[in-house]
Protein backbone atom coordinates (compact mmCIF):
# COMPACT_ATOMS: atom_id res chain seq x y z
CA UNK A 1 0.00 0.00 0.00
CA UNK A 2 2.57 2.28 0.83
CA UNK A 3 4.57 1.39 -2.29
CA UNK A 4 1.79 2.24 -4.23
CA UNK A 5 1.75 5.77 -2.83
CA UNK A 6 5.12 6.76 -3.45
CA UNK A 7 4.57 5.87 -6.87
CA UNK A 8 1.32 8.13 -6.80
CA UNK A 9 3.33 10.64 -5.26
CA UNK A 10 6.65 10.80 -7.65
CA UNK A 11 5.11 12.05 -10.81
CA UNK A 12 3.63 15.11 -8.62
CA UNK A 13 6.10 16.27 -6.06
CA UNK A 14 5.29 18.75 -3.19
CA UNK A 15 5.72 21.94 -5.08
CA UNK A 16 7.14 23.74 -2.32
CA UNK A 17 9.94 20.97 -1.82
CA UNK A 18 10.97 21.14 -5.46
CA UNK A 19 10.93 25.48 -6.04
CA UNK A 20 14.43 26.46 -7.02
CA UNK A 21 14.05 29.15 -4.52
CA UNK A 22 13.14 27.34 -1.63
CA UNK A 23 16.39 24.98 -2.09
CA UNK A 24 18.72 27.55 -3.13
CA UNK A 25 17.57 29.66 0.89
CA UNK A 26 18.21 26.06 2.26
CA UNK A 27 21.63 25.78 0.73
CA UNK A 28 22.39 29.22 1.65
CA UNK A 29 20.82 28.36 5.15
CA UNK A 30 23.19 25.17 5.46
CA UNK A 31 26.43 27.62 4.36
CA UNK A 32 25.38 29.75 7.15
CA UNK A 33 25.32 27.40 9.79
CA UNK A 34 28.69 26.16 8.68
CA UNK A 35 30.17 29.25 9.47
CA UNK A 36 30.42 28.03 13.08
CA UNK A 37 31.88 31.90 14.33
CA UNK A 38 29.01 33.07 12.23
CA UNK A 39 26.08 31.47 14.21
CA UNK A 40 27.65 32.44 17.41
CA UNK A 41 27.45 35.94 16.39
CA UNK A 42 24.16 35.81 15.41
CA UNK A 43 23.40 34.17 19.15
CA UNK A 44 25.23 36.96 20.87
CA UNK A 45 23.17 39.91 18.12
CA UNK A 46 19.80 37.76 19.20
CA UNK A 47 20.88 38.27 23.11
CA UNK A 48 21.31 42.21 22.32
CA UNK A 49 18.39 42.25 20.49
CA UNK A 50 15.93 40.74 23.35
CA UNK A 51 17.67 42.83 25.90
CA UNK A 52 16.83 45.72 23.93
CA UNK A 53 13.04 44.97 23.49
CA UNK A 54 12.60 43.96 26.64
CA UNK A 55 14.78 46.16 28.93
CA UNK A 56 11.88 47.52 31.12
CA UNK A 57 11.30 43.76 32.04
CA UNK A 58 14.92 42.56 32.09
CA UNK A 59 16.92 45.61 33.58
CA UNK A 60 17.30 45.06 37.55
CA UNK A 61 16.97 48.59 38.24
CA UNK A 62 15.27 51.80 36.76
CA UNK A 63 18.51 52.78 34.60
CA UNK A 64 17.79 56.48 35.65
CA UNK A 65 17.42 56.25 39.12
CA UNK A 66 20.26 57.48 41.83
CA UNK A 67 20.92 56.07 44.84
CA UNK A 68 22.97 58.12 47.17
CA UNK A 69 23.48 55.29 49.14
CA UNK A 70 25.39 53.27 46.80
CA UNK A 71 28.01 55.62 44.86
CA UNK A 72 30.45 54.42 42.97
CA UNK A 73 30.03 50.17 44.58
CA UNK A 74 31.83 47.72 42.97
CA UNK A 75 30.09 44.55 41.09
CA UNK A 76 28.35 42.56 43.98
CA UNK A 77 25.34 40.29 44.03
CA UNK A 78 22.83 43.53 44.53
CA UNK A 79 24.79 45.19 41.67
CA UNK A 80 26.60 42.79 38.99
CA UNK A 81 28.55 45.52 37.32
CA UNK A 82 28.54 48.00 39.61
CA UNK A 83 27.52 51.40 40.17
CA UNK A 84 28.27 54.83 38.61
CA UNK A 85 28.99 58.05 40.33
CA UNK A 86 25.43 58.63 40.84
CA UNK A 87 24.72 55.38 42.58
CA UNK A 88 23.01 54.13 39.23
CA UNK A 89 22.91 50.26 38.36
CA UNK A 90 25.40 49.95 35.42
CA UNK A 91 24.46 46.79 34.65
CA UNK A 92 20.46 48.36 33.94
CA UNK A 93 21.70 51.30 32.25
CA UNK A 94 23.86 48.99 29.87
CA UNK A 95 20.57 47.00 29.04
CA UNK A 96 18.89 49.87 27.86
CA UNK A 97 22.33 51.13 26.51
CA UNK A 98 21.92 48.27 23.80
CA UNK A 99 18.30 49.84 22.89
CA UNK A 100 20.27 53.03 22.03
CA UNK A 101 23.11 51.35 20.13
CA UNK A 102 21.34 49.24 17.93
CA UNK A 103 18.74 51.88 17.38
CA UNK A 104 21.93 54.07 16.09
CA UNK A 105 22.97 51.11 14.31
CA UNK A 106 20.20 49.90 12.17
CA UNK A 107 19.17 53.64 11.56
CA UNK A 108 22.11 54.92 10.21
CA UNK A 109 22.55 52.19 7.81
CA UNK A 110 19.18 52.41 6.78
CA UNK A 111 19.25 56.48 6.19
CA UNK A 112 22.61 55.24 4.21
CA UNK A 113 20.86 52.71 2.14
CA UNK A 114 17.68 55.09 1.63
CA UNK A 115 19.75 57.59 -0.01
CA UNK A 116 22.47 55.53 -1.26
CA UNK A 117 20.82 52.54 -3.28
CA UNK A 118 18.47 54.77 -5.46
CA UNK A 119 21.63 57.08 -6.61
CA UNK A 120 24.02 54.35 -7.30
CA UNK A 121 21.30 52.61 -9.39
CA UNK A 122 20.56 55.54 -11.25
CA UNK A 123 23.89 56.32 -11.25
CA UNK A 124 25.15 53.19 -12.46
CA UNK A 125 22.09 51.94 -14.88
CA UNK A 126 22.33 55.40 -17.01
CA UNK A 127 26.12 56.43 -16.33
CA UNK A 128 26.99 59.53 -18.64
CA UNK A 129 27.94 62.78 -17.33
CA UNK A 130 25.82 63.16 -14.65
CA UNK A 131 27.43 59.62 -13.08
CA UNK A 132 30.65 60.26 -14.47
CA UNK A 133 31.00 63.70 -13.21
CA UNK A 134 28.98 64.95 -10.37
CA UNK A 135 28.14 61.82 -8.49
CA UNK A 136 31.09 60.18 -8.49
CA UNK A 137 33.01 63.61 -8.35
CA UNK A 138 31.48 64.47 -5.00
CA UNK A 139 31.19 60.86 -3.58
CA UNK A 140 35.35 60.98 -4.21
CA UNK A 141 35.40 64.13 -2.27
CA UNK A 142 32.59 63.03 0.44
CA UNK A 143 34.97 59.67 0.60
CA UNK A 144 38.13 62.03 1.20
CA UNK A 145 36.42 63.19 4.98
CA UNK A 146 38.01 61.00 7.79
CA UNK A 147 34.25 59.12 8.61
CA UNK A 148 34.36 60.41 12.13
CA UNK A 149 35.30 63.89 11.47
CA UNK A 150 32.54 64.54 9.11
CA UNK A 151 30.15 62.48 11.34
CA UNK A 152 31.36 65.59 14.11
CA UNK A 153 30.99 68.43 11.62
CA UNK A 154 27.08 67.17 10.72
CA UNK A 155 26.59 66.35 13.85
CA UNK A 156 27.83 70.02 15.49
CA UNK A 157 25.72 71.27 12.17
CA UNK A 158 22.31 69.10 13.40
CA UNK A 159 22.51 69.68 16.79
CA UNK A 160 23.41 67.01 19.79
CA UNK A 161 21.09 64.42 20.09
CA UNK A 162 20.93 60.95 18.93
CA UNK A 163 18.09 61.20 16.15
CA UNK A 164 21.09 64.09 14.68
CA UNK A 165 23.86 61.34 15.34
CA UNK A 166 22.17 59.05 13.21
CA UNK A 167 21.22 61.59 10.65
CA UNK A 168 24.71 62.57 10.55
CA UNK A 169 26.54 59.01 10.62
CA UNK A 170 23.78 57.78 8.17
CA UNK A 171 25.04 60.28 5.86
CA UNK A 172 28.86 59.63 6.27
CA UNK A 173 27.89 56.04 5.06
CA UNK A 174 26.08 56.94 2.06
CA UNK A 175 29.00 57.82 -0.70
CA UNK A 176 29.92 54.22 0.45
CA UNK A 177 26.61 52.26 -0.51
CA UNK A 178 26.43 54.56 -3.68
CA UNK A 179 29.74 53.58 -4.74
CA UNK A 180 29.40 49.76 -4.06
CA UNK A 181 25.51 49.33 -5.68
CA UNK A 182 27.01 52.00 -8.75
CA UNK A 183 30.02 49.17 -9.37
CA UNK A 184 27.50 46.10 -8.88
CA UNK A 185 24.90 47.65 -11.23
CA UNK A 186 27.79 48.46 -14.19
CA UNK A 187 29.10 45.18 -13.99
CA UNK A 188 25.04 43.59 -14.25
CA UNK A 189 24.35 46.35 -17.07
CA UNK A 190 26.55 44.47 -19.25
CA UNK A 191 24.84 41.16 -18.61
CA UNK A 192 22.71 39.54 -21.31
CA UNK A 193 19.59 39.35 -19.65
CA UNK A 194 19.29 42.74 -19.19
CA UNK A 195 20.02 43.32 -22.97
CA UNK A 196 17.21 40.74 -23.29
CA UNK A 197 15.09 42.99 -21.21
CA UNK A 198 15.77 46.48 -23.16
CA UNK A 199 15.42 44.57 -26.33
CA UNK A 200 11.84 43.35 -24.86
CA UNK A 201 10.69 46.70 -24.24
CA UNK A 202 10.68 46.76 -20.54
CA UNK A 203 11.10 50.10 -18.98
CA UNK A 204 14.35 51.52 -17.16
CA UNK A 205 12.94 51.73 -14.17
CA UNK A 206 11.32 48.00 -13.95
CA UNK A 207 14.45 46.42 -14.72
CA UNK A 208 16.54 48.61 -12.17
CA UNK A 209 14.05 47.41 -9.79
CA UNK A 210 12.64 43.91 -10.63
CA UNK A 211 16.02 42.61 -12.54
CA UNK A 212 19.37 44.44 -11.61
CA UNK A 213 18.72 45.12 -8.12
CA UNK A 214 17.67 41.75 -6.85
CA UNK A 215 20.92 40.37 -8.79
CA UNK A 216 23.00 42.99 -7.20
CA UNK A 217 21.81 42.57 -3.76
CA UNK A 218 24.14 40.15 -1.92
CA UNK A 219 27.26 42.38 -1.44
CA UNK A 220 24.92 45.56 -0.63
CA UNK A 221 23.64 43.01 2.30
CA UNK A 222 26.79 41.91 3.22
CA UNK A 223 27.85 45.75 3.10
CA UNK A 224 24.93 46.85 5.36
CA UNK A 225 25.56 44.31 8.18
CA UNK A 226 29.25 45.04 8.44
CA UNK A 227 28.01 49.14 8.15
CA UNK A 228 25.80 48.33 11.37
CA UNK A 229 29.04 47.73 13.60
CA UNK A 230 30.99 50.60 12.19
CA UNK A 231 27.71 53.07 12.64
CA UNK A 232 27.39 51.43 16.46
CA UNK A 233 30.93 53.04 17.19
CA UNK A 234 30.45 55.89 15.78
CA UNK A 235 27.57 56.79 17.59
CA UNK A 236 29.74 55.62 20.68
CA UNK A 237 32.03 57.77 19.87
CA UNK A 238 29.84 60.53 19.23
CA UNK A 239 28.41 60.30 22.61
CA UNK A 240 31.81 59.80 23.87
CA UNK A 241 32.60 63.34 22.38
CA UNK A 242 29.26 64.64 23.73
CA UNK A 243 27.32 64.98 20.33
CA UNK A 244 25.26 61.97 20.30
CA UNK A 245 23.19 60.51 22.73
CA UNK A 246 22.59 63.29 25.49
CA UNK A 247 22.42 62.36 29.53
CA UNK A 248 20.57 60.98 31.59
CA UNK A 249 19.64 58.70 28.77
CA UNK A 250 21.81 55.76 29.32
CA UNK A 251 24.39 54.95 26.24
CA UNK A 252 27.42 52.71 25.76
CA UNK A 253 29.43 55.74 24.44
CA UNK A 254 28.04 58.53 26.95
CA UNK A 255 28.85 55.69 30.03
CA UNK A 256 32.49 55.43 28.67
CA UNK A 257 32.99 58.81 28.45
CA UNK A 258 31.76 59.40 32.22
CA UNK A 259 33.14 56.39 33.47
CA UNK A 260 36.71 57.51 31.89
CA UNK A 261 37.07 60.46 34.88
CA UNK A 262 36.16 57.48 37.61
CA UNK A 263 38.88 54.92 35.94
CA UNK A 264 41.31 54.91 39.54
CA UNK A 265 38.73 54.60 41.73
CA UNK A 266 36.16 52.76 39.43
CA UNK A 267 37.51 51.38 36.51
CA UNK A 268 34.13 49.26 35.87
CA UNK A 269 31.93 52.03 35.13
CA UNK A 270 33.93 52.38 31.67
CA UNK A 271 35.16 48.61 31.39
CA UNK A 272 31.58 47.27 30.98
CA UNK A 273 30.17 49.48 28.54
CA UNK A 274 32.86 49.86 26.44
CA UNK A 275 33.20 45.52 26.36
CA UNK A 276 29.12 45.54 25.34
CA UNK A 277 30.30 47.87 22.55
CA UNK A 278 33.24 45.73 21.77
CA UNK A 279 31.07 42.04 21.56
CA UNK A 280 28.24 43.74 20.08
CA UNK A 281 30.84 45.35 17.18
CA UNK A 282 32.28 41.60 16.84
CA UNK A 283 29.24 39.78 16.60
CA UNK A 284 27.83 42.00 14.10
CA UNK A 285 31.16 41.16 11.99
CA UNK A 286 31.32 37.70 12.24
CA UNK A 287 27.11 37.23 11.59
CA UNK A 288 28.70 39.71 8.69
CA UNK A 289 31.23 37.28 7.80
CA UNK A 290 28.07 34.58 8.09
CA UNK A 291 25.95 36.63 5.79
CA UNK A 292 28.81 37.19 3.03
CA UNK A 293 29.08 33.41 3.09
CA UNK A 294 25.24 32.64 2.84
CA UNK A 295 24.27 34.97 0.58
CA UNK A 296 27.43 34.50 -2.05
CA UNK A 297 30.20 32.26 -1.05
CA UNK A 298 32.26 33.95 -4.31
CA UNK A 299 32.16 37.17 -2.52
CA UNK A 300 34.91 35.21 0.31
CA UNK B 1 42.83 65.08 -8.00
CA UNK B 2 42.21 69.85 -8.42
CA UNK B 3 38.49 68.58 -9.35
CA UNK B 4 38.18 66.39 -5.62
CA UNK B 5 39.80 69.34 -3.69
CA UNK B 6 37.85 71.85 -4.96
CA UNK B 7 34.29 69.91 -4.43
CA UNK B 8 35.82 68.89 -0.86
CA UNK B 9 36.74 73.14 -0.39
CA UNK B 10 32.72 73.80 -1.15
CA UNK B 11 31.13 71.01 1.45
CA UNK B 12 33.27 72.08 4.13
CA UNK B 13 32.32 75.96 3.43
CA UNK B 14 28.49 75.04 2.72
CA UNK B 15 28.60 72.89 6.23
CA UNK B 16 30.31 75.48 8.36
CA UNK B 17 28.54 78.15 7.22
CA UNK B 18 25.02 76.42 7.93
CA UNK B 19 26.73 75.73 11.91
CA UNK B 20 24.17 77.87 14.08
CA UNK B 21 25.45 80.96 15.53
CA UNK B 22 26.88 84.34 14.38
CA UNK B 23 30.34 83.88 14.13
CA UNK B 24 30.48 88.07 14.77
CA UNK B 25 28.59 87.36 18.21
CA UNK B 26 31.12 84.49 19.01
CA UNK B 27 34.03 87.20 18.68
CA UNK B 28 32.59 90.14 20.21
CA UNK B 29 30.40 88.21 22.93
CA UNK B 30 27.01 88.48 24.05
CA UNK B 31 27.29 91.87 25.19
CA UNK B 32 27.86 93.41 21.83
CA UNK B 33 26.00 96.19 20.70
CA UNK B 34 23.79 96.07 17.37
CA UNK B 35 26.22 98.23 15.87
CA UNK B 36 29.17 96.86 16.75
CA UNK B 37 28.13 93.66 15.55
CA UNK B 38 26.85 94.88 12.10
CA UNK B 39 30.06 96.49 12.01
CA UNK B 40 32.07 93.42 12.28
CA UNK B 41 29.35 91.25 10.27
CA UNK B 42 30.38 93.83 7.41
CA UNK B 43 34.45 93.67 8.00
CA UNK B 44 34.25 89.79 7.86
CA UNK B 45 31.92 89.87 4.83
CA UNK B 46 29.17 87.66 6.47
CA UNK B 47 26.35 89.59 4.50
CA UNK B 48 27.64 89.19 1.11
CA UNK B 49 25.76 86.59 -0.82
CA UNK B 50 27.16 82.89 -0.18
CA UNK B 51 29.37 82.36 -2.99
CA UNK B 52 31.36 85.87 -3.07
CA UNK B 53 32.31 84.92 1.06
CA UNK B 54 33.44 81.65 -0.72
CA UNK B 55 35.50 82.75 -3.49
CA UNK B 56 37.05 85.33 -0.80
CA UNK B 57 37.64 82.27 1.84
CA UNK B 58 39.15 80.00 -1.13
CA UNK B 59 41.27 83.25 -2.47
CA UNK B 60 42.54 83.60 1.20
CA UNK B 61 43.48 80.00 1.65
CA UNK B 62 45.72 79.91 -1.91
CA UNK B 63 47.61 82.96 -0.39
CA UNK B 64 48.04 81.23 2.94
CA UNK B 65 45.54 83.01 4.85
CA UNK B 66 43.22 81.13 6.79
CA UNK B 67 41.71 83.20 9.03
CA UNK B 68 41.76 84.27 12.61
CA UNK B 69 40.35 82.00 15.62
CA UNK B 70 36.93 83.15 16.75
CA UNK B 71 37.90 82.23 20.43
CA UNK B 72 41.41 83.52 20.68
CA UNK B 73 41.87 85.68 17.19
CA UNK B 74 45.16 83.91 16.74
CA UNK B 75 46.21 83.62 13.20
CA UNK B 76 44.30 79.91 12.51
CA UNK B 77 47.48 78.67 9.59
CA UNK B 78 49.83 79.09 13.00
CA UNK B 79 47.43 77.39 15.63
CA UNK B 80 47.33 74.74 12.66
CA UNK B 81 51.36 75.10 11.92
CA UNK B 82 51.45 73.95 15.81
CA UNK B 83 49.55 71.25 15.40
CA UNK B 84 50.20 69.37 12.60
CA UNK B 85 53.88 68.29 13.37
CA UNK B 86 51.67 66.68 16.95
CA UNK B 87 49.58 64.53 14.75
CA UNK B 88 51.69 63.56 12.34
CA UNK B 89 54.28 61.98 15.10
CA UNK B 90 51.34 59.99 16.64
CA UNK B 91 50.38 58.81 13.27
CA UNK B 92 53.73 58.02 12.13
CA UNK B 93 54.50 55.87 15.73
CA UNK B 94 50.81 54.37 15.34
CA UNK B 95 51.78 53.32 11.81
CA UNK B 96 54.98 51.72 12.87
CA UNK B 97 53.40 49.73 15.76
CA UNK B 98 50.81 48.71 12.94
CA UNK B 99 53.42 47.61 11.12
CA UNK B 100 55.74 46.65 13.72
CA UNK B 101 52.32 43.98 15.03
CA UNK B 102 50.80 43.38 11.51
CA UNK B 103 53.68 41.94 9.64
CA UNK B 104 54.94 39.09 11.79
CA UNK B 105 51.79 37.96 12.92
CA UNK B 106 50.19 38.18 9.19
CA UNK B 107 53.16 36.11 7.81
CA UNK B 108 52.94 33.55 10.74
CA UNK B 109 49.17 33.12 10.29
CA UNK B 110 49.44 32.65 6.33
CA UNK B 111 52.44 29.91 6.73
CA UNK B 112 51.32 28.58 9.84
CA UNK B 113 47.79 27.74 8.39
CA UNK B 114 45.33 25.85 10.75
CA UNK B 115 47.33 26.09 13.64
CA UNK B 116 47.61 27.93 16.67
CA UNK B 117 49.55 31.01 15.73
CA UNK B 118 47.05 31.20 12.88
CA UNK B 119 44.42 31.17 15.55
CA UNK B 120 45.76 33.56 17.72
CA UNK B 121 46.55 35.52 14.37
CA UNK B 122 43.45 35.57 12.94
CA UNK B 123 41.60 35.94 16.87
CA UNK B 124 43.84 39.33 17.25
CA UNK B 125 42.81 40.58 13.37
CA UNK B 126 39.08 39.79 14.81
CA UNK B 127 38.91 41.52 18.00
CA UNK B 128 41.61 45.00 16.87
CA UNK B 129 38.97 45.32 14.31
CA UNK B 130 36.10 45.73 16.25
CA UNK B 131 38.17 47.39 19.79
CA UNK B 132 36.71 50.49 20.31
CA UNK B 133 39.75 52.76 20.21
CA UNK B 134 38.26 55.57 23.24
CA UNK B 135 37.74 52.21 25.36
CA UNK B 136 41.18 50.20 24.08
CA UNK B 137 42.85 53.88 24.89
CA UNK B 138 41.31 53.65 28.69
CA UNK B 139 41.79 49.86 29.35
CA UNK B 140 45.46 50.28 28.35
CA UNK B 141 45.51 54.07 30.88
CA UNK B 142 44.33 51.68 33.66
CA UNK B 143 46.71 48.58 33.18
CA UNK B 144 50.04 50.16 32.09
CA UNK B 145 49.53 54.00 34.08
CA UNK B 146 47.34 53.92 37.10
CA UNK B 147 48.36 49.99 38.31
CA UNK B 148 51.59 48.96 36.67
CA UNK B 149 52.53 52.75 35.94
CA UNK B 150 54.88 52.03 33.34
CA UNK B 151 53.78 54.66 31.16
CA UNK B 152 52.48 58.17 32.04
CA UNK B 153 48.68 58.36 31.44
CA UNK B 154 48.25 61.59 29.20
CA UNK B 155 50.13 64.45 27.92
CA UNK B 156 52.86 65.31 25.32
CA UNK B 157 55.97 66.86 24.85
CA UNK B 158 57.33 67.43 22.24
CA UNK B 159 60.74 65.09 20.64
CA UNK B 160 63.22 67.98 20.21
CA UNK B 161 62.60 68.51 24.14
CA UNK B 162 63.12 65.38 25.97
CA UNK B 163 63.03 62.59 23.46
CA UNK B 164 62.38 59.92 26.17
CA UNK B 165 59.59 61.25 27.97
CA UNK B 166 58.47 62.10 24.94
CA UNK B 167 58.60 58.64 23.32
CA UNK B 168 57.51 57.28 26.81
CA UNK B 169 54.31 59.61 26.16
CA UNK B 170 53.64 58.52 23.21
CA UNK B 171 53.42 54.11 23.37
CA UNK B 172 50.10 54.27 24.80
CA UNK B 173 48.25 56.67 22.40
CA UNK B 174 50.63 54.79 19.47
CA UNK B 175 49.09 51.24 20.53
CA UNK B 176 45.19 52.47 20.69
CA UNK B 177 45.67 54.24 17.26
CA UNK B 178 47.67 51.48 15.92
CA UNK B 179 46.36 48.35 16.98
CA UNK B 180 43.07 48.59 14.32
CA UNK B 181 45.51 49.26 11.67
CA UNK B 182 47.26 46.24 12.61
CA UNK B 183 44.12 44.27 12.80
CA UNK B 184 43.55 45.37 9.32
CA UNK B 185 46.67 45.16 7.38
CA UNK B 186 47.29 41.34 9.18
CA UNK B 187 43.82 40.01 8.18
CA UNK B 188 45.02 41.66 4.59
CA UNK B 189 48.27 40.31 4.60
CA UNK B 190 47.24 36.43 5.82
CA UNK B 191 44.79 36.16 3.01
CA UNK B 192 46.83 37.89 0.59
CA UNK B 193 50.14 35.73 1.23
CA UNK B 194 47.68 32.84 1.44
CA UNK B 195 46.41 33.15 -1.78
CA UNK B 196 50.25 34.38 -3.17
CA UNK B 197 51.61 31.07 -1.36
CA UNK B 198 49.49 29.16 -3.93
CA UNK B 199 50.85 31.12 -7.18
CA UNK B 200 52.91 28.18 -9.75
CA UNK B 201 56.03 30.63 -9.01
CA UNK B 202 55.94 29.87 -5.60
CA UNK B 203 56.11 26.04 -5.80
CA UNK B 204 59.00 26.44 -8.36
CA UNK B 205 60.81 28.57 -5.62
CA UNK B 206 60.70 25.53 -3.40
CA UNK B 207 61.42 23.36 -6.21
CA UNK B 208 64.54 25.42 -7.11
CA UNK B 209 65.49 24.16 -3.04
CA UNK B 210 64.94 27.64 -1.53
CA UNK B 211 64.19 27.70 1.81
CA UNK B 212 60.32 28.72 3.37
CA UNK B 213 62.26 32.05 4.94
CA UNK B 214 64.00 32.97 1.23
CA UNK B 215 60.88 32.13 -0.50
CA UNK B 216 58.31 33.88 1.75
CA UNK B 217 60.36 37.27 2.02
CA UNK B 218 61.89 37.17 -1.13
CA UNK B 219 59.34 36.37 -3.50
CA UNK B 220 56.29 36.39 -2.20
CA UNK B 221 55.85 38.81 0.91
CA UNK B 222 56.53 41.22 -2.74
CA UNK B 223 53.41 40.69 -4.86
CA UNK B 224 51.24 40.16 -1.10
CA UNK B 225 51.79 43.44 -0.91
CA UNK B 226 49.46 44.72 -3.26
CA UNK B 227 46.68 44.71 -1.32
CA UNK B 228 48.27 45.37 1.89
CA UNK B 229 49.20 49.20 0.37
CA UNK B 230 45.66 49.41 -0.51
CA UNK B 231 44.31 49.05 2.99
CA UNK B 232 47.17 50.41 4.69
CA UNK B 233 46.92 53.69 2.34
CA UNK B 234 42.70 54.35 3.01
CA UNK B 235 43.67 53.36 6.54
CA UNK B 236 46.25 55.80 7.14
CA UNK B 237 43.94 58.26 6.11
CA UNK B 238 41.65 57.26 8.43
CA UNK B 239 44.34 57.71 11.18
CA UNK B 240 43.05 61.78 11.10
CA UNK B 241 39.67 60.52 12.44
CA UNK B 242 41.00 58.33 14.72
CA UNK B 243 43.21 60.65 15.80
CA UNK B 244 40.42 62.58 17.18
CA UNK B 245 39.90 59.90 20.07
CA UNK B 246 42.91 59.42 20.77
CA UNK B 247 44.18 62.99 21.43
CA UNK B 248 41.50 63.13 23.38
CA UNK B 249 41.81 60.60 25.64
CA UNK B 250 45.71 61.46 25.72
CA UNK B 251 45.50 65.00 26.24
CA UNK B 252 47.83 65.26 23.14
CA UNK B 253 47.44 68.94 21.37
CA UNK B 254 46.99 68.05 17.74
CA UNK B 255 44.71 68.32 14.84
CA UNK B 256 42.44 65.77 16.39
CA UNK B 257 42.08 67.48 19.33
CA UNK B 258 41.93 70.88 18.05
CA UNK B 259 38.83 70.21 15.31
CA UNK B 260 36.50 68.63 18.58
CA UNK B 261 37.48 71.64 20.74
CA UNK B 262 36.83 74.11 17.33
CA UNK B 263 33.24 71.74 16.50
CA UNK B 264 32.03 72.43 20.29
CA UNK B 265 32.62 75.79 20.64
CA UNK B 266 31.87 76.96 16.97
CA UNK B 267 35.20 78.23 15.92
CA UNK B 268 34.36 78.03 12.38
CA UNK B 269 37.40 79.16 10.82
CA UNK B 270 39.55 76.86 12.39
CA UNK B 271 36.51 73.96 12.13
CA UNK B 272 37.41 74.55 8.15
CA UNK B 273 41.06 74.96 8.15
CA UNK B 274 41.16 71.78 10.36
CA UNK B 275 38.96 69.45 8.23
CA UNK B 276 40.38 70.75 4.94
CA UNK B 277 43.61 69.84 5.79
CA UNK B 278 42.68 66.23 7.00
CA UNK B 279 41.05 65.78 3.89
CA UNK B 280 43.88 67.18 1.90
CA UNK B 281 46.05 64.82 3.57
CA UNK B 282 43.64 62.05 2.63
CA UNK B 283 43.17 63.29 -1.40
CA UNK B 284 47.28 63.01 -1.22
CA UNK B 285 47.69 59.40 0.21
CA UNK B 286 45.75 57.74 -1.69
CA UNK B 287 47.34 59.63 -4.62
CA UNK B 288 50.93 58.49 -3.47
CA UNK B 289 49.25 54.79 -2.98
CA UNK B 290 48.25 55.07 -6.54
CA UNK B 291 52.20 55.88 -7.28
CA UNK B 292 53.37 53.04 -4.50
CA UNK B 293 51.06 50.67 -6.32
CA UNK B 294 53.43 50.89 -10.17
CA UNK B 295 56.44 51.44 -8.20
CA UNK B 296 55.53 48.05 -6.04
CA UNK B 297 54.15 46.05 -9.13
CA UNK B 298 55.02 47.17 -12.20
CA UNK B 299 52.40 45.19 -14.26
CA UNK B 300 49.67 48.49 -13.01
CA UNK B 301 49.96 51.00 -15.08
CA UNK B 302 49.32 54.55 -13.05
CA UNK B 303 46.31 55.44 -15.56
CA UNK B 304 44.64 52.21 -15.24
CA UNK B 305 44.52 52.44 -11.20
CA UNK B 306 42.98 56.11 -11.46
CA UNK B 307 40.56 54.78 -14.33
CA UNK B 308 39.11 52.22 -11.73
Redesign the interface.
Known amino acids: MSQTNAQTAAPYPNRLESSPRLRSLKKALGRFFQNKLGVAGGLFLLILVILAIFAPWLAPYNPMKQDYMAILQGPSAKHWFGTDDLGRDVLSRIIYGARVSLKAGIISVAIALAIGVPIGLISGYFRGFWDEFIIM ?2 T ?3 L ?7 A ?3 A ?2 F ?1 AGLNNAMLAIGLVYTPHFIRLVRGQVLAQREREYVEAAIAAGISHWRIMLRHILPNAWAPIMVQATLSV ?1 GAI ?1 SE ?2 LS ?4 GTQPPTPSW ?1 SM ?2 E ?2 GY ?2 QA ?1 WI ?2 FP ?2 F ?2 LA ?2 SI ?2 FGDGVRDMLDPKLK | MI ?2 LF ?2 SV ?1 IFS ?2 N ?3 GDPARLMLGQEATPEALAALRKEMGLNDPLYIQYLHWVGNILHGDFGYSLRDHSPVLKTLLQKIPVTLELTFFSFVVAILIALPVGILSATRRGRLSDYLGTFFA ?2 G ?4 S ?2 LG ?2 L ?2 LFA ?1 KLKWFPPSGYVPLSENFGKSIALMILPAITLGTHLAAELTRMLRSSLLDVLQSDYIRTAYAKGLLERAVVIGHALKNALVPVLTVGGLQL ?6 S ?2 TE ?2 FGIPGIGQL ?2 NA ?2 T ?1 DFPV ?1 QA ?2 LF ?2 FM ?2 VI ?1 FLVDIAYSIIDPRIKLGEVSKG
Open positions: RIDAMSFPSLVLLTLAVGAIASFLGLGLSGQITPAVGLIFVMNV | VIIVILVVLPLSISLPFWILIYVAAFFGGVITIVVILRVCVMAVVN
